[in-house]
T-cell receptor
Framework: GAGVSQSPRYKVAKRGQDVALRCDPISGHVSLFWYQQALGQGPEFLTYFQNEAQLDKSGLPSDRFFAERPEGSVSTLKIQRTQQEDSAVYLC?????????????FGSGTRLTVV | AQSVTQPDIHITVSEGASLELRCNYSYGATPYLFWYVQSPGQGLQLLLKYFSGDTLVQGIKGFEAEFKRSQSSFNLRKPSVHWSDAAEYFCAVGKEYGNKLVFGAGTILRVKS
């Protein structure tokens, strides 16, 4: 597609529920990033994929967070047993190694509210 | 570790007035520096970036930024603000090609008519 697509746009989860957030990157983009943006804060890095390989997951806050990109295209960020502190906007970005450095395109994000 | 400080949480300027948003970074080597803009409910849009060379960088929408190594700063400027510039602005630093970005907490710009 023309841009990075994230779904759902909004998600309300009860505390303890598992959630899955989807990211469709720009077709052909090799690199994919997930960021977490808490209210009133800047985005914080969660994890990075190059094709299907997860090269950096140093930003995942706990073992309840898991991300995958099995075919090197669509990615899913899964959060198990959600807690209130997980409430945030989750942003996905993709880039092509053939474009300028850091040529990220961000999606509009998924706003997760844990109640 | 890298870090970014945006000292101003909110800034209000009159339409047509000049704008400067401050950004200070902490990083040992030459950083890759960025400014992004985020409108409500939207993703981040890149305004401009600095990797090397000329320390005055031109971006989209009439924005520019100046890299000052001695002050560890990368301030964003615009000579005449338009009402459509009202948004949140984020400064970010990166270490190397394709790597993760570290963002500041953002500055919310309000434009009054």
């Amino acid at each position: 597609g023309a841009g990075v697509s994230q779904s759902p746009r909004y998600k309300v989860a009860k505390r303890g529920q598992d959630v899955a957030l989807r990211c469709d990157p720009i077709s052909g983009h090799v690199s994919l990033f997930w960021y977490q943006q808490a209210l009133g804060q800047g985005p914080e890095f969660l994890t990075y994929f190059q094709n299907e390989a997860q090269l950096d997951k140093s930003g995942l806050p706990s073992d309840r967070f898991f991300a995958e990109r099995p075919e090197g295209s669509v990615s899913t960020l899964k959060i198990q047993r959600t807690q209130q502190e997980d409430s945030a906007v989750y942003l996905c970005a993709s880039s092509s190694l053939r474009t300028n450095n850091y040529g990220y395109t961000f999606g509009s994000g998924t706003r997760l509210t844990v109640v | 570790a890298q870090s970014v400080t945006q000292p101003d949480i909110h800034i209000t300027v009159s339409e047509g007035a000049s704008l400067e948003l401050r950004c200070n970074y902490s990083y040992g080597a030459t950083p890759y520096l960025f400014w992004y803009v985020q409108s409500p409910g939207q993703g981040l849009q890149l305004l401009l970036k600095y990797f090397s060379g000329d320390t005055l960088v031109q971006g989209i929408k009439g924005f520019e930024a100046e890299f000052k190594r001695s002050q560890s700063s990368f301030n964003l400027r615009k000579p005449s603000v338009h009402w459509s510039d009202a948004a949140e602005y984020f400064c970010a630093v990166g270490k190397e090609y394709g790597n993760k970005l570290v963002f500041g907490a953002g500055t919310i710009l309000r434009v009054k008519s």
